[in-house]
């Protein structure tokens, strides 16, 4: 059982940055991918990035090129790094995992607010 924790969202001016964390209750270095994705309001749970244990990174293409995805198996963190923040990037981010390659999405956070507003 893994327990994920998001921290680092807030009130951002368009242009600007924030920089995500998801922190895991355990080992994340055997956990085939760890992933973000986003949620804004009457829209459905959209995949953000996505990191795996064998380097592997994707992104979608609507934030491809203003967010990095990271992760820090000795600290079992996984970081977002968001640059260039649109107002349609305002959503609840979640954290999740997917413990093995051809499985599921079986951890999920509790998510955290981004806003990005003038």
């Known amino acids: 059982q893994v327990q994920l924790v998001e921290s680092g969202g807030g009130l951002v001016q368009p242009g600007g940055s924030l920089r995500l964390t998801c922190a895991a209750s355990g080992s994340i270095a055997y956990i085939y991918a760890m992933d973000w994705y986003r949620q804004a309001p009457g829209k459905q749970r959209d995949f953000v990035a996505r990191s795996t244990n064998s380097g592997l990174i994707v992104y979608s293409d609507s934030v491809k090129g203003r967010f990095t995805i990271s992760r820090d198996d000795a600290k079992n963190t996984v970081y977002l790094q968001m640059n260039s923040l649109k107002p349609e990037d305002a959503a609840v981010y979640y954290c999740?995992?997917?413990?093995?390659?051809?499985?599921?999405?079986?951890?999920w956070g509790q998510g955290t607010q981004v806003t990005v507003s003038s």
């Open positions: 999740a995992a997917q413990p093995r390659q051809w499985g599921t999405m079986d951890y």
